[in-house]
């Protein structure tokens, strides 16, 4: 079973400063299967990037994924107010699929 | 557009089961799998299981293998998940996502479980 450790817990960042997210695995993900989500509050997730690198239709392009094997990082380049919510990588190379912990990007 | 409407909000008592519907829409129902996932309050999501639309097949989390069963119907463009023996720590969201193969492009809006005596 892959373990998804999330880093950090939160981000607490000002408008238009970049984040940084790391997802790291605790062995290969296969293929690079690797995907991250956005959670608001009272909303289900929202796929951002899979693949470890595409981003999903309609993403803003500010929004990038990158790595590959065990360590995966999630860029969001310019933040603006509404990014702030909960930030999920999931495995999808192996059963069972598991999700990180989570990383909270708070706005300032 | 593809959409996925989960069924309203339950409480059930402990010992009791609850059933939850998806009814999907904006696309062919039996090209895609669909996968139930849920999230207890302050815990991250955890996946329960997936069923092949086509060929109605689940697949179970070893975790819920005993307490779970996921069906469809096709005719209603509908999956279900149904899980028994419920306890005060199965309260939570629990969601529907469609399935490409196990990647989670669209979820449903999610069912509020609550397990209370």
């Known amino acids: 079973e892959i373990v998804l450790t999330q880093s950090p817990g939160t981000l607490s960042l000002s408008p238009g400063e970049r984040a940084t997210l790391s997802c790291r695995a605790s062995q290969s993900v296969g293929r690079n299967y690797l995907a991250w989500y956005q959670q608001k509050p009272g909303q289900a997730p929202r796929l951002l990037i899979s693949?470890?690198?595409s981003r999903a239709t309609g993403i803003a392009d500010r929004f990038s994924g990158s790595g590959s094997g065990t360590d995966f990082t999630l860029t969001i380049s310019r933040l603006e107010p509404e990014d702030s919510a909960v930030y999920l990588c999931?495995?999808?190379?192996?059963?069972?699929?598991?999700f990180g912990g989570g990383t909270k990007v708070e706005i300032k | 557009q593809v959409q996925l409407v989960q069924s309203g909000a339950e409480v059930k008592k402990p010992g009791a089961s609850v059933k939850v519907s998806c009814k999907a829409s904006g696309y062919t129902f039996t090209t895609y799998a669909m996968h139930w996932v849920r999230q207890a309050p302050g815990q991250r999501l955890e996946w329960m299981g997936w069923?092949?639309?086509?060929?109605?097949?689940?697949k179970y989390s070893q975790n819920f293998q005993d307490r779970v069963t996921i069906t469809r119907d096709t005719s209603a463009t509908t999956a279900y998940m149904e899980l028994s023996s419920l306890t005060s720590e199965d309260t939570a969201m629990y969601y529907c996502?469609?399935?490409?193969?196990?990647?989670?492009?669209?979820w449903g809006q999610g069912t509020l479980v609550t397990v209370s005596s």
């Open positions: 999931q495995q999808y190379a192996d059963a069972p699929i598991n």
């Open positions: 693949d470890a690198s």
């Open positions: 996502a469609r399935g490409e193969q196990w990647l989670m492009r669209y």
């Open positions: 069923i092949d639309a086509a060929n109605g097949d689940p």
